[in-house]
């Protein structure tokens, strides 16, 4: 791919449409001109992840869905510092993106990547500054016993059919994965927050990590600085609460307000211990939201004052909307059994005035609150 052809690709207002297409094969062929506008598009499409950087930056498709965060990959590179790291081997390295965080915390950095497409990828991205290398990660397994040398990997969770749920089709293989967490060295390993916890392994501990709103992974933690079998939530930048088997909380009537926990501590199983920090209680026994009388700030959950609690009838509801004035309607729900788009159909909204509708199983029935985020 050619400066110029990229450059070319970068100035057009939608890279994915005809006329663009038409353009670009007219100016460099078919070719060149589908290979800059898929990089074009990938990196528009990249500014919200990575900022304007993104504009000078090269991705896959699969690498950008998969690419950690720059918030992120550095709070994984401090991890490798705290534990007295100097090098770290970056395994399965995607588009870069770990690596350029390692670098950005001082740390000498092998980037291997088993895909050479993705592997030349990384190497644009990364420059000198990094050693990319187009190998399998068994390659480098003799590399990982020095003491100061500390493994990452981001095993691929994309095949050529998309996104796979089932650990035995990752690449690196999972027993690689899992050998990586035996302790003998500070590694970290990097998975989808859906993971099972009887997945983890015991000699590791497992970190949910929530970023501006979105809770993005798991990260598995083992060797020197990690706490064997802890179970925690992170919310980016430095909100944590770690699961220490508190007591179950107590189910109660909806209070003055009303949280929602940050997924990390939901996946982390920190209820109890979130309940507790906010004196709040339940609605539902299986369902992930706390209410309380007084507020709290945290950034561990998102806190919503109760203005109304309403019968959950849609002909009470239709009322309450045609009297409010309701145009614009944030449905949230849990552990019931409602589409919000076809609801908001069913409400007929109509009116300049906006409002959050939070919806939620209570024992066998259903509670409906219209509450405003604190």
């Not at 699969?62 to 705290?82: N, W």
């Not at 211990?273 to 004196?279: F, R, W, Y």
Request: charged share 25%; glycine share 8%.
């Amino acid at each position: 791919m050619t400066e110029d052809a990229l450059r070319a690709a970068m100035l057009e207002d939608d890279p994915e449409s005809l006329e663009a297409a038409s353009r670009m094969r007219a100016q460099f062929g078919p070719k060149l001109a589908a290979a800059a506008l898929t990089q074009a598009s990938l990196r528009w499409q990249a500014v919200t992840k990575f900022g304007e950087p993104a504009l000078v930056m090269f991705f896959t498709r699969a690498g950008l869905e998969q690419a950690s965060r720059p918030e992120v990959a550095d709070y994984h590179a401090s991890r490798f510092v705290q534990a007295g790291v100097r090098r770290v081997i970056d395994i399965g390295c995607g588009i870069g993106s770990d690596s350029l965080a390692f670098g950005r915390a001082g740390l000498e950095v092998l980037a291997i990547d088993v895909d050479p497409v993705t592997a030349l990828v990384a190497q644009a991205n990364l420059g000198d500054r990094v050693n990319v290398v187009c190998a399998d990660a068994n390659d480098v397994a003799d590399q990982l016993a020095a003491p100061d040398v500390g493994a990452f990997c981001d095993p691929s969770r994309r095949n050529d059919r998309g996104r796979v749920r089932r650990v035995e089709e990752f690449e690196p293989s999972w027993s690689f994965v899992t050998g990586l967490l035996d302790g003998e060295r500070a590694a970290g390993v990097k998975l989808g927050p859906a993971l099972p916890h009887s997945l983890i392994p015991e000699t590791a501990e497992a970190e949910w990590v929530t970023h501006r709103g979105d809770t993005v992974e798991v990260a598995l933690w083992s060797g020197r600085g990690a706490s064997p079998g802890q179970r925690s939530a992170l919310v980016l930048p430095d909100a944590r609460l770690t699961a220490s088997g508190a007591p179950p909380l107590p189910v109660r009537d909806l209070g003055r307000y009303l949280y929602e926990p940050a997924g990390s501590v939901i996946r982390a199983g920190a209820i109890p211990e979130l309940g507790a920090l906010l004196g709040a209680g339940l609605l539902d026994t299986q369902v992930a939201y706390l209410t309380g009388d007084q507020l709290q700030n945290t950034s561990l959950a998102t806190a919503f004052e109760v203005r109304q609690q309403l019968p959950a009838k849609l002909k009470t509801l239709r009322k309450w909307v045609r009297q409010a004035e309701i145009g614009v309607l944030e449905i949230k729900k849990r552990g019931v059994d409602i589409d919000p788009s076809l609801l908001r159909k069913q409400l007929k909204l109509e009116g300049p005035n906006s409002a959050t509708m939070v919806i939620s199983r209570r024992g066998r029935g259903a509670i409906v609150a219209i509450v405003e985020r604190v």
